[in-house]
């Protein structure tokens, strides 16, 4: 006798989840839980209640929100898988799917679970979650020097000194936060391991790796340099229907804290890394303008980054080149 295997759909507010346990026979139960530790124990009763301690869960990827729970779930051996949340409305969309709810939504996400059969989610290391808090709050710092530094451009005289007290903070917090982070990586081998095979890479520094370190790890779950590129939401999207081609852009939508971090590594590698350079002249002599080669730049940093780890050998730009 085949084992059936039921669906959970899990949707994430900041104080409680909605839960949608999908039957064998297309019917739902339905039952929401506090955002909580006890929360947490009260849900994995409640599976045990209706034998789905082997169900496959899914959960939208909440940030904040949803780490508690995910990591809950996956201590205790739950198969629990977190999705991009785009994916899971593309699906709606395919479905028609008018109801807005929290329940609606979880059960669409059930549903998602059943159709698609994602992939496990495996909790990165303590190392790891711990340097993705760093490099979040170093951005969220950074993002606030820059907010006050337009502030003091256009400010009022009796403003002026406010604005210079937070920004002496702030700068001495980033400076704080960037030695935390690099001492965090080098007390760790795998993560300073990594580190030093990526400083080999022409255009990249230490900044950019930091992120790269937080965001790719575990770095064994990507089979191939598309699977990254797609992680960071920088493939292309293609707008094409009979004769007719649309504009082509990326599809952000992966990391954006990728994303973000390889602009000017891309910048800088279309000048001073000999792979990259090359590849760039060849696109701009193809007619592409410089936006369009600076993305494809980035692209091409990740395909480097991969081949550079999957090797564990540094950067060469006659191995690249060959």
Request: proline share 5%.
């Amino acid at each position: 006798m085949t084992h059936t295997i039921l669906h959970v759909g899990i949707d994430l507010a900041k104080r409680k989840f909605d839960v949608a346990l999908l039957n064998a026979d297309g019917k739902y139960r339905s039952k929401v839980f506090p955002n909580t530790p006890q929360g947490f124990d009260l849900l994995h009763d409640w599976l045990s209640e209706h034998d789905a301690l082997e169900a496959h869960l899914c959960m939208e990827t909440t940030g904040a929100y949803g780490r508690d729970l995910a990591r809950f779930l996956a201590y205790h051996k739950l198969w629990v898988s977190v999705v991009n949340p785009a994916q899971i409305h593309a699906f709606g969309k395919t479905e028609l799917v008018r109801a807005k709810t929290d329940k609606a939504d979880a059960r669409l996400i059930a549903r998602y679970c059943k159709t698609h059969n994602p992939a496990q989610w495996i909790p990165p290391a303590d190392e790891v979650e711990i340097l993705q808090a760093l490099v979040q709050r170093l951005d969220d710092l950074l993002t606030l020097q820059n907010m006050e530094n337009n502030r003091l451009e256009n400010a009022e005289l009796p403003a002026v000194p406010s604005i210079r007290k937070i920004l002496t903070v702030v700068c001495q917090e980033i400076e704080t936060i960037r030695r935390q982070i690099q001492e965090h990586i080098d007390d760790h081998p795998d993560l300073h391991s990594k580190k030093e095979l990526l400083l080999s890479i022409p255009g990249i520094g230490e900044a950019t790796i930091a992120t790269l370190l937080a965001f790719l790890s575990p770095f064994e779950r990507f089979v191939s340099p598309k699977q990254m590129v797609a992680y960071a939401g920088l493939n292309p999207r293609i707008r094409q229907s009979g004769q007719w081609n649309g504009k082509t852009s990326i599809a952000k939508t992966g990391n954006s804290q990728l994303r973000k971090a390889l602009y000017m590594p891309a910048v800088c590698a279309k000048r001073f890394n000999p792979v990259v350079a090359v590849f760039c002249e060849r696109l701009l002599a193809r007619g592409k303008c410089q936006m369009q080669v600076i993305v494809a730049a980035m692209r091409k940093l990740l395909h480097i980054v991969y081949g550079v780890l999957k090797s564990g050998r540094p950067f060469s730009s006659e191995i690249a080149l060959a």
